[in-house]
Nanobody, 124 residues
C-alpha cells in the first residue's frame, strides 16, 4: 500500500509563503501520481494540484495556478506544494493523496490513499 504524511502547515500572514511536504512510502504505480487537496468546514475537498509518480507531469488548479507550484524530489520520495502570496481564502486543511491513474484524477474520490492533513491558516 501507499502511505503519505503531510507536514509544513502553519499560521502565517497574508502575502507569506509556505512549502508543504508529503513524504511517500510503500509501493508506487507507474501510471499513478500524488495530488494535493484542501478542505474547509462545510465544504467538499477541493483539488489543488497533482504530479505524476515520476514528477515529469504536473497540473495545478486554475484557482491557484499563478501562486502554487507542485514538485517532487524523487531521491527523497517527497512531494512539495509551494504556496506563495497566501491569502485568507487559502486557509484550509491540506491533504496529499495517491492515485493509481494520474491522467484522470482531479477529484477526491479518484484517489485511493490519503495523508492525515496539515492545517494552513492565513491571517489578514
Amino acid at each position: 500500500q501507499v502511505h503519505l504524511v503531510e507536514s509544513g502547515g502553519s499560521l502565517v500572514q497574508a502575502g507569506a509563503s509556505l512549502r508543504l511536504s508529503c513524504v511517500l512510502s510503500g509501493r508506487s504505480f507507474s501510471r499513478g501520481g500524488v495530488g494535493w487537496f484542501r478542505q474547509t468546514p462545510g465544504k467538499e475537498r477541493e483539488f489543488v494540484a497533482k504530479i505524476s509518480w515520476s514528477g515529469t507531469s504536473t497540473f495545478v488548479a486554475d484557482s491557484v495556478k499563478d501562486r502554487f507550484t507542485i514538485s517532487r524530489d524523487n531521491y527523497r520520495n517527497t512531494v512539495y506544494l509551494q504556496m506563495n502570496s497566501l491569502q485568507p481564502e487559502d486557509t484550509a486543511v491540506y491533504y496529499c493523496a495517491g492515485t493509481r491513474d494520474y491522467s484522470g484524477s482531479y477529484y477526491s474520490h479518484e484517489y485511493n490513499y490519503w495523508g492525515q492533513g496539515t492545517q494552513v491558516t492565513v491571517s489578514s
